[in-house]
Every structure is written in structure tokens, then in C-alpha cells.
């Protein structure tokens, strides 16, 4: 009762002010609910838009479908889609529900008749709030002045500064074999050795902690470790992922070429640039080619791509998500804002439009994630860029060329070449699967070939007969390889070379011959002995862009009609060998290509002869001259492509690769991309140009609509790393901060944006970014200077009176113990069992059985042998499956690759334990681990002191070694070893 008396109240308030003494009601509308219906409606349910078949722009749309039924709030549809149940209501989607005021304001305009001005039309919101922190200039922040013998860097000044701020206090250095212990694995991922431990513990040098800093720093592994969490960003992995998850087996030198360039410490600019652009700003260098992994590095619809057309529903749908993907993984990864959600919509909470997020899928509107060769020597991919465009453009001449004879042949030209296919088509062949004799290929036409025929004696030949072969390469069918220019020789002699001792008995070498088809070509022999027969071509016949001479059959016949070739020896100049097809045994086999109706035959050699005397009419000796030129550049220029070195391959942004199904390469010619309503494939609105992002209110975000695609990357690449971008500096100086610190400045480091948590430090983060930015922008150098400093020294003991006031310890008053990740765990493990080969880069092992790898591999991790010797690698180099992840190692929280992971999960569950405990892995690791301690030493004491050194860094103590000293005779000590793999000193940091 007492509620609707308040409703009754309310809108009895709410109609009298809309009396002519107070506010009229069209400008309640205005000032009251319109701003609501734009802001918290008009997004979505608009007239392009238009979801739910709903808009929110006019009245009458508004009214339509009684969604608003003025005077009548039980009626009006509207009210209970925004009214929360349990917290939670329908509309706005994906959003916060509306206010109890913006809900009950709504209810009285509805109560009070709806009123809606005439011709009031609302807008879409337009975002512009750059007022937020992450699009600020990057500023340098001075360095507080605190006066405290604990700052021995200007992190800690920052630090300490905001800890007096709240009341809290810094907390003592954590003891060096701590400090080691974090260190080691911080920086390389793996346990120090006792040796370095001791040495470090017992080191003197006032600069021993910084020498230890360095070392690891100059450590091969450090770039094993760091690119890990760089690979858990842009989701790599060595499958495709979705339905049939295809293997990648040249994914992994991206991977390489990320811990490569960690460990040459590559300034930041370039590895950014290398990543996007790579191949455009450094055109030459294997690096510019292995960077676009990282545009490939998400998963990519095997099905939507090769198996569905471009032009169908399906096949848009998965190539629109594709360049998502591409979209989301750059703008993610680089600057940290979630560019994502404005696919379907203007972005709720930045200020981001559809048009922005659609003129970014434009930039890579021309690339695919496909196999690309890559040379590591930047000489040889010059010489090979330049081959291969003087191929494009002799072919292209070759084409314009072929155009001009058309056309001046006319419409009877094209009708006759046509009328030939036909009946070409028509003809039925059959041949057995030896087609001939094939020289070797040549780029030049005018190259001489020959091949002779030695009887087994000398005899009388009444007529030799050649045998045109048929084979379907390039669509050349009956007569291919048959010479255009040849003569036909014979000898008495068994083995003379003198050319005065040959007669010729054809000469067909001074004009063209057209293709005879399959027709034989019957020579009469008028000559009284024959011992050798030799058939020269001086003119061969072109294949696709290179000539060859080729013959099915040659018959020799005795003035008995006997074939006198049935028994003779087959000699030439060269032969491609390729049995059963080709051989030169294949020339007196009596086999050859049959078929085709005489009826069918005359009729194309009739039409043959037309169109050949049209083409001697129109095909000027220039034009004859000028395609003889042009053919032989295009065969010699490929010939030498052929004969530069292949490089290696790598699975990365391209644009040129060989097409498989209905995947096919764009050529550089980018697709045409729309903003897709409610980012629909099959709602299209205008057509986007590319663009980056607007970083303030008033800038000029598009690109240039004419640059190439290649140009297109290379203007994102050079807008991401211009000195003032706010988001990149700060986005790379925070991941690095998180990683040291198990969280980052920004909680939330892949959205900078409204949704994402504000900086605990924002003058420490800015600070960070312009001493990174403005030096030689070295992660090293940031690694080192964080590491120095005395916050990330201290120790992780707990201080009651610090944690009331902040629990979680964002202001960082100790160090964050964490646990170790998935692959430090089972890199550990293979190191102190003394498993772990160290051997860097090159293909991932396996650690599963692979069946069926084809079609829809299985990947069978039950059924892996863990004591093969090629998985004891280090775990960045593991084959990375998308929908089959390692079960052990998700178990352990590892990252899913099918999504960016900014920040591993850490979890606690009882199946850690028991496959800690009980994984096949670790049962061989223990025996290998027992192995070792039992190679150390004859003394079961001296075996546990050792696994207690190994496993946590330190000496064992009496205890400890009594009663593992006690388990280890009971039970084994492969047990014992099994029982230390599961320590939470082993697994966990302080």
C-alpha cells in the first residue's frame, strides 16, 4: 500500500509540473528522458541498427510494437525489460541496469501520456570523453624528495611516497637466498644451482646483488622465460584451433624470433614495428618477415576459410572474425584498450565508433595467416623481390601483348579458338600410364634437343612414323611437347658422329608447324640402309613459361611393315627420367596415346588451319619477336628464381602463398571492408577506409585510402610508435611492472579504458613510460631498474597493522608471494631430476602422440611416452595445442592460447596435488631425480641433503634429513622425490 501511495504521489508531482505554471511537457522530454533514452537506448536500438526490431530514435518507432503505451505503465513493454530482477535486467545489455530514478522517471512520462515532441529525432551518443587518464600526454613526473636510506632507486621514492600517503610502512630486505631464489626464476624461469646459490649467499661484494642481476640479464634464458609471457598476450599457439585445428609446424620461428630479440634486447619501436610491419620498414631482413607471426598468432577457422567461399554467409563471417582477431590482438597487446567492442556497436565506455573499429579492419583488409619463405640473407630476398617483379611485369607485357592478336583477329579469332577447345574437350584419349620420351626443361625455345634411335643392325626402312604425346599439364592436352621446328636424320653407320654421314629425310625447321593434336606424322624413308635414326628439335614446344621436346612413340618400319625400333637402343641429349611417365625406353614401347573420332579430328584441322592463317595474317614479326623476347625473359627469370635459395618458412601475416580451396591470396589488393550493423556480415553499411584510432577529440585518424596494403600496416606501425602515443609506453613499462610484481600498476593490463581499474601510481606508471620511451627504450634496462629497487627486495612477511589498511597490498608495503607458473613447475622438475636438455629453438616436441594429422588430428596425450629424451626441453618450446590443451599443464593454470591471457590465473585445487603426485611426468622425473642423488653419493644423508639443496636452495635440516632419511629406507627414493616435487617451498616464491 505504502508503495503505491508513492507512486501515486510521484506521478501526481510529476503531472502537475507539466502544468503551462511550470515546465511544459516537451521539455521534461528533453531535459529529462531523452538524455536517458540516448544515452542508456538509442546505442543499440536505433534506426540502422535496429535490435530487437526496435529503434529508439523516433516516436514513432518508439511506439510501435507496445513497447510505450502512453498512459499505461503495466502495458508498456519497456518497463519490465528495464526493470532489474535479482539484480539484473534485460536491457541494457551487457550493461549496468538503469538507476531506480532513471527507471521511475520513465515510468511517470509514460503515466503522464508519453509525450514526445514532433520531430524530435534522438541521436546516438557521441563519445568523447578523452578525459581519462591513459589518453593524457605521457608526462615525466618529478622524483619524490624522501628522505629515507631505503630509496635506492627512484622507484622506491614513488613507492614510499604513496605508503607514507596511506600510513603504511616499507617492509626489510628479504635474506639472499630469498632473493636469489626470485630472482633466478623472475629472469630466466629456472631454480638456481646450490653452487650459485652458496656463492651468492657468501659473497661480500656490496655489488654482488647487481653482478647477479646482470648475469641473469645476459643469460640465454632470459629470453626463453620472457617470451612466454609475451606469447601468452597474442595468443600463440602451434594449432589453428576451432573444428579441425590444424597443425601450424612453422609457427615456432615466431617464437624463436620473440626470445631472439629478448635476448639482443631490440628496441621496443622496432620489435613493435617488426610485428606490424615488418617486411614494408625493413624490407630485406629475415626479422621483418618472422615478426608478422605475431599477426597470425591467433586461432583461424580452418573450415570457414578452405572449405566454405568467400562469397557465402559462412565463409564472410569467418573472415570478419579474422581480421578481428588481427584488430583485437594489436590494439590489445600494444595499447591496451578493447578495440573489440565496438564491432557491434559504438564502444559503451570509450571513445570508440564502429567507424574506428572498421577502418582498422581495413588496414589489414589484404592479409591472410598463411606459410611465407623468409631468407636469412637480406642480398638473396633483394635479388628474389626484383626477379620476382620482373616476372609480374613481363607477364603482364606477355598478356597486353595477346590482347592486341585478339582483338585484331576479331570475333571470328575468338569464335574459332573456342569452337577448338570445344572439340578438344570432345576428344576421348586413352593411354596407358607411359606417355613418352621428355627432355629436360629449358628456359629458351631456340634450344636444340635430340634423341636417336639405334636399330639393333643395319636395314632397309620403308617409313618412320612420329607419335605426338598427350598429357593434361597446363591444360596442353594432344601434341604436347611436339616440336614447332624439327628434322628428321638417318645413318648407316653404327656410331659415327661425322654430319656428312646423315641424311635427312624431313626438314621441318624452317617455318612453324601447328600442334598436329594426337594425329602421327608419317615420313617416307628413301634411303637404302639404316642403321641409327635422329630426330632434332630446333624449335620446341612450350610447356607453361619453359619449353620442352617430348614424343609418345617413333615406329620404324622394314619394307616387311615390321617395326625395326621394337628391339633398338634410345639415346639423347637429356631426358627427364620420371618413370612410368617419362623415360626414353618409353619411345619404342609401341605404346601411345589413341582416340578422338576422325570425324572430330578433321573438323579441328580444319578449324586449326583457319585460325593458324589468321594468326600468320595479324602476328607481325615485331609482335612474334616481342613474345619470343617476353616468354624467354619470364622462363629465364623464373629459372633463376629456382636456383636461388629457398629460405625457410614461417606461418605469418601474408599476402602472396599458395591457394588451398576456397583460401585463396589476395595479391596485395586489399578486401572491401563495410561496418557491419550490429556487426552482421549481412547488414552492410558504408564502405570503411582505413584508420587508427583518434587518441584526442579532434584528431585525424584515417589513413590514406589509395596506399597499399603493405603501406596501410606501415602507417599503423609508425602511429603506434610516435613518441606522444599515451597507451603504448605506458601499456609495455605496466606488463613488465605485473610480471615482477604479480600485479600491475593497472590491474587490468589489457584495457586502459573507462572499464578498466585506474593506476595505484600514475606518476610512477608515467615516469616509467617516459624513462623507457626516451632512453633506448631497453626492457633490460627496465628489468634491471625495477629489480634494484628496495620494494622489489623486500620481504613477503605479513605485518598485521599494514594489511588492515591494505589487504591486498596494491601499495606494495611487501613482496606478493606467488606460486611458481605451469612451465617453471616442469622446468624445475626436468632440472633438479637433471633431465633438462637446453638445447634453443627450432620445431616444438610433442607431448602427445599425434594421429591423423591430415584431416582432424587427434592429439593423444595418454599415450605419450614422458621418458623420451626430445620433451626434455624447456616448456617454451612445447607444440602448443589450441583445443586440446596439456591437461597437466592446465592443471597447473597455464595460459589458454585460444584467448589473450595478460595475467595467469593462480588457483589451489586438489587436482594440482594429485597430478603433482601422480602424472606419469613426474613418476619418471623421480626416478631420474633419484638417479642423480644416487650418482652424487653412496650415503643415503648425503642423497637427501642434496635433494633438499636442489629442490628449495638451501641446507637441509636435522630433522628434515631424519625423516627423510627414514621415509626414503621405507619406501624408496624414488618416493622421497615424488614427496619433494610437491613442497610448497619447491612451487611457491616469497
Not at 628496495?790 to 597490498?809: C, F, K, L, M, P
Not at 590465473?905 to 606419469?920: F, G, M, P, V
Amino acid at each position: 500500500m505504502n508503495q503505491m501511495k508513492k507512486q501515486y504521489i510521484s506521478t501526481l508531482v510529476f503531472l502537475l509540473l507539466l502544468t503551462p505554471l511550470n515546465i511544459q511537457a516537451e521539455d521534461v522530454f528533453r531535459d529529462q528522458i531523452a538524455p536517458i533514452l540516448e544515452r542508456r537506448c538509442v546505442t543499440c536500438h536505433n534506426d540502422q541498427q535496429n535490435a530487437g526490431e526496435f529503434s529508439m530514435q523516433s516516436a514513432e518507432s518508439a511506439f510501435a510494437g507496445g513497447y510505450i503505451e502512453a498512459g499505461d505503465i503495466e502495458s508498456s513493454y519497456l518497463i519490465d525489460l528495464i526493470t532489474p530482477e535479482n539484480g539484473k535486467a534485460e536491457m541494457p545489455k551487457d550493461a549496468a541496469p538503469l538507476t531506480d530514478e532513471e527507471i521511475q522517471l520513465l515510468k511517470d512520462w509514460i503515466s503522464a501520456g508519453a509525450k514526445w515532441p514532433e520531430d524530435l529525432h534522438l541521436h546516438e551518443p557521441q563519445v568523447s570523453d578523452f578525459d581519462w587518464w591513459s589518453f593524457q600526454p605521457v608526462a615525466k613526473a618529478e622524483v619524490p624528495v624522501v628522505e629515507d636510506p631505503w630509496v635506492k632507486t627512484p622507484v622506491d621514492a614513488f613507492i614510499l611516497k604513496r605508503l607514507q600517503e596511506q600510513g603504511l610502512t616499507h617492509s626489510a630486505e628479504a635474506d639472499r637466498r630469498t632473493l636469489i631464489r626470485r630472482l633466478t626464476f623472475d629472469l630466466i624461469g629456472l631454480p638456481p644451482t646450490p653452487e650459485e646459490t652458496e656463492a651468492f649467499v657468501n659473497n661480500q661484494d656490496p655489488q654482488a646483488y647487481e653482478k647477479l642481476v646482470d648475469r641473469l640479464l645476459a643469460s640465454k634464458h632470459y629470453g626463453e622465460r620472457w617470451a612466454r609471457h609475451w606469447l601468452d598476450v597474442v595468443k600463440y599457439a602451434d594449432t589453428c584451433g576451432y573444428d579441425k585445428d590444424k597443425l601450424r609446424p612453422n609457427a615456432w620461428p615466431y617464437r624463436d624470433y620473440v626470445i631472439r630479440s629478448l635476448n639482443e634486447d631490440k628496441p621496443y619501436s622496432r620489435f613493435v614495428q617488426e610485428q606490424v610491419a615488418g617486411d614494408v620498414l625493413f624490407p630485406g631482413e629475415p626479422d621483418g618477415i618472422l615478426g608478422l607471426g605475431f599477426i597470425a598468432a591467433g586461432p583461424w577457422d580452418f573450415i570457414g576459410h578452405v572449405e566454405v567461399s568467400e562469397a557465402k554467409i559462412d565463409g564472410k563471417v569467418a573472415r570478419n572474425l579474422d581480421r578481428d582477431d588481427m584488430v583485437s590482438n594489436t590494439l590489445n597487446t600494444f595499447c591496451s584498450v578493447t578495440i573489440q567492442c565496438a564491432r557491434c556497436h559504438h564502444h559503451k565506455f570509450d571513445p570508440f565508433t564502429q567507424q574506428h573499429y572498421y577502418g582498422l579492419q581495413s588496414v589489414f583488409a589484404a592479409v591472410d595467416r598463411a606459410e611465407r619463405p623468409y631468407d636469412l640473407d637480406p642480398e638473396i630476398e633483394s635479388e628474389r623481390r626484383q626477379l620476382e617483379s620482373l616476372v609480374k611485369t613481363s607477364d603482364a607485357e606477355l598478356k597486353k601483348l595477346q590482347k592486341e592478336i585478339d582483338d585484331a583477329g576479331g570475333t571470328r579469332l575468338a569464335e574459332l579458338k573456342t569452337q577448338i577447345a570445344n572439340l578438344q574437350a570432345e576428344q576421348k584419349v586413352t593411354k596407358d600410364s607411359e606417355f613418352g620420351y621428355h627432355s629436360s626443361i629449358v628456359a629458351a625455345a631456340d634450344t636444340t634437343k635430340w634423341v636417336e634411335i639405334a636399330l639393333p643392325q643395319a636395314a632397309e626402312v620403308s617409313q618412320i612414323v612420329l607419335h605426338p604425346c598427350h598429357d593434361e599439364y597446363a591444360g596442353i592436352g594432344a601434341g604436347f611437347g611436339f616440336p614447332l621446328r624439327f628434322k628428321v636424320e638417318v645413318t648407316a653407320d653404327e656410331n659415327s658422329a661425322d654430319q656428312h654421314e646423315w641424311q635427312t629425310i624431313a626438314d621441318y625447321t624452317q617455318v612453324d608447324l601447328p600442334n598436329p593434336g594426337l594425329s602421327p606424322i608419317e615420313l617416307s624413308c628413301q634411303v637404302d640402309l639404316v642403321r641409327r635414326v635422329r630426330i632434332t628439335a630446333t624449335k620446341l614446344a612450350e610447356r607453361k613459361d619453359d619449353f620442352i621436346f617430348a614424343l609418345a612413340e617413333v615406329q620404324v618400319s622394314g619394307i616387311d611393315d615390321s617395326n625395326l625400333a621394337a628391339e633398338a637402343l634410345v639415346t639423347a641429349l637429356d631426358s627427364i627420367e620420371a618413370p612410368p611417365r617419362w623415360q626414353k625406353a618409353n619411345l619404342i614401347d609401341g605404346k601411345w596415346a589413341k582416340g578422338g573420332s576422325p570425324a572430330i579430328a578433321s573438323q579441328l584441322q580444319k578449324l586449326e588451319a583457319e585460325r593458324n592463317g589468321i594468326l600468320t595474317e595479324i602476328e607481325t614479326p615485331e609482335r612474334v619477336t616481342r613474345r619470343e623476347t617476353l616468354k624467354k625473359t619470364i622462363a629465364n627469370t623464373k629459372a633463376a628464381l629456382e636456383k636461388l635459395p629457398k629460405g625457410s618458412m614461417v606461418y605469418a601475416a601474408a599476402t602472396h602463398f599458395n591457394p588451398q580451396g576456397n583460401f585463396k591470396p589476395t595479391k596485395g589488393q586489399p578486401r572491401t571492408v563495410n561496418l557491419l550493423l550490429r556487426g552482421d556480415v549481412q547488414t552492410p553499411a558504408e564502405k570503411m577506409g582505413p584508420g587508427v584510432l583518434p587518441l584526442q577529440a579532434d584528431d585525424d585518424w584515417q589513413i590514406d585510402n589509395s596506399l597499399s596494403e603493405a603501406e596501410r600496416r606501415a602507417e599503423l606501425a609508425r602511429w603506434l610508435t610516435q613518441s606522444e602515443h599515451p597507451l603504448v609506453w605506458r601499456s609495455i613499462v605496466n606488463r613488465i611492472w605485473q610480471y615482477h610484481f604479480g600485479q600491475g600498476i593497472v590491474a587490468t593490463p589489457n584495457d586502459f579504458g573507462h572499464m578498466g581499474i585506474p593506476p595505484t601510481h600514475p606518476e610512477l606508471l608515467d615516469w616509467l613510460a617516459c624513462e623507457f620511451r626516451d632512453g633506448e627504450q631497453s626492457l633490460k634496462a627496465l628489468h634491471r631498474l625495477i629489480v634494484t629497487s628496495s620494494v622489489y627486495r623486500q620481504s613477503s612477511e605479513h605485518n598485521e597493522t599494514n594489511a588492515a589498511i591494505d589487504g591486498s597490498n596494491q601499495y606494495l608495503w611487501r613482496m606478493n608471494r606467488r606460486r611458481l607458473e605451469a612451465e617453471e613447475i616442469r622446468d624445475s622438475i626436468l632440472a633438479v631430476s637433471g633431465a633438462l636438455d637446453k638445447s634453443m629453438g627450432g620445431p616444438g616436441f610433442y607431448l602427445f602422440e599425434l594421429e591423423h594429422p591430415q584431416h582432424s588430428p587427434h592429439y593423444e596425450y595418454r599415450k605419450f611416452d614422458p621418458t623420451d629424451p626430445k620433451s626434455h626441453r624447456r616448456s617454451i618450446y612445447r607444440f602448443i595445442v589450441r583445443s586440446q590443451p596439456n591437461p597437466w599443464m592446465t592443471t597447473l593454470d597455464c595460459a589458454d592460447s585460444s584467448q589473450s591471457t595478460p595475467k595467469r590465473i593462480e588457483t589451489l585445487t586438489s587436482l594440482q596435488a594429485l597430478s603433482l603426485l601422480n602424472n606419469q611426468f613426474n613418476l619418471v622425473m623421480s626416478e631420474r631425480f633419484a638417479q642423480r642423488l644416487q650418482q652424487s653419493s653412496d650415503s643415503l644423508e648425503e642423497q637427501v641433503n642434496l635433494a633438499i639443496q636442489l629442490t628449495t636452495q638451501r641446507e637441509s635440516t636435522q630433522v628434515e634429513r631424519e625423516e627423510l632419511v627414514k621415509f626414503a629406507s621405507q619406501y624408496g627414493l624414488n618416493n622421497m622425490c615424488r614427496y619433494l616435487f610437491n613442497l610448497s617451498e619447491f612451487v611457491y616464491l616469497d
